[in-house]
């Protein structure tokens, strides 16, 4: 408790009738500093047993108005302050937002309790430009008697946790060869049909069928509505790999395509949640893993998992290979042998044992940090397990040979894919030469869809896509490959 201004005017007041009664030698004078003395003594012990009172019976109380907001969106939070019974004290509470908040008038983030009042309340709006966690920090709570002798600061009360999440793209483009996805995720009860991924047959339209479920392309060929429906997945093991490496940075703050990745992978992580699927991450970054999150069916778990996905940023290699040569594919090498396997010159004598190395092609892939990823992730798993990939098109042998050995075990792959051409400037290249690159990206992704057990979609920014696929004529996938 510390005195105020005005006690120390009284104080000063009785020392001066002191001084007086000395210089005048009036003995009288000292009894008006005595009384002096006799009311800031009374004062002081009623204002401790008044504030300590109030500290034992204040209830202080934040309330969010939303739990989880966007960087840089407007939030509101109300405090209110409440108390048994009258009183003499007077209590000012001012809230304590997030160091990373943007500044807020403390005028704005105050309430007070007048003496003889019990209750009060007070909004203010709040936003923080960084993502992360932020906590509103205990109030502080200043007390003051009713005759402003004395006053008392500290901080008590509750403290809340916001999340702030990263500004997210909101056009996202899920499917193949320009056409969307009507559904991403498999339902769960056996031998039924409904909106999974593998496609079990076509029915008529019936009411009460979710229109997003209407296959209007096999609608145009009828004349009636038809419903595409698709095999339904028992209980799983999802195994979610989200690729961080510095490429996926490539595009404006907010809309790379690890921005994009992300928000596939927090849908993956709710539909996990909904049919209670065991749900492991792993994220992947230019110098192995950086995030490991067992499978988990908890909702804890879940949350840890979407929490990780949220702090995922784009990683940068810290050692750099001195061995930058390439190697051929195996195939092409086996079709190259094949050829100079008929050939008796010298040329073709020196070269054959260089595409004879196959395992140098293994040994690289061996290195990609993405395979090392899939391939931890799988080690341990048995069962129905699919194994969900989600990357770019940057490195497309490594993909190629991932994808292959990640389903040889059984395993059911699903690859998210986001080609590169969508995230690149404009300016880079002519609009031909962006439709070529994207007809190349079309290609390689039906190659991947090809594989056995292996699905891909593609993952980017609509609009962009829409542009290219108008600028020229790009066809979808045929009926087989999707």
Known sequence: MHPSRRYWALVGVGVFFVLLAVVLERPLVLSGAAGIG?????SQATTVSAFTDTDDSLDVEYTLSQSRVAVDDTMFVTMSAQRPTESDVAVTVTAQPPLAADPIDESERQLRLAPGTTSATTSFEMTVPLAGRVELSEPTVTLADRQGLFKETYQRGPTETLTVEPRTPRDIHIGQGGDRMLAAYGDHPQNQSGAGLTPAGLRQYLPGDAL?????????????????????????????????RAAMGVGPTGRTMLDFTREVGLGLVQSAAEYNDALGLYGVGDDGLTVTRAPTATSAGYQQIRRALHEL????????????????????????????SMDDSVLSERISPFLDASDAYVQRIQGDPLFEAVR?????????????????????????????????????????????VLF????????SETH???????????????????????????????????????????????
């Open 38 to 42: 006799a009311v800031l003594v009374v």
């Open 424 to 431: 690149e400037e404009r300016s880079l290249a002519t609009r």
């Open 212 to 244: 997003n479920r209407i296959d209007w392309k096999a609608t145009a060929r009828q004349a009636s509505p038809y419903i595409r429906e698709f095999e339904v997945e028992a209980e799983r093991t999802t195994l979610l790999i989200v690729d961080q």
């Open 313 to 340: 940023e784009p990683t940068r290699p810290e050692s750099q290979s001195p061995d930058t040569e390439t190697t051929a594919h195996p195939a092409a090498a086996r079709r190259a042998l094949r050829l100079l």
């Open 376 to 420: 931890r992730a799988q080690m341990n798993e048995v069962g129905q397990t699919w194994t969900m990939i989600l990357t770019n098109d940057s490195n497309r042998d490594q993909l190629r040979e991932t994808a292959r050995i990640a389903s040889k075990r059984g395993h059911s792959v699903l690859i998210f894919l986001t080609p590169a």
């Open 436 to 482: 070529q690159r994207y007809v190349s990206f079309e290609e390689f992704r039906r190659e991947l869809h090809g594989l056995p057990r292996v699905t891909t979609f593609e993952v980017g920014p609509s609009e962009q896509l829409k542009t290219i696929l108008n600028s020229e004529s790009v066809s979808p996938p045929s009926e087989s490959s999707s």
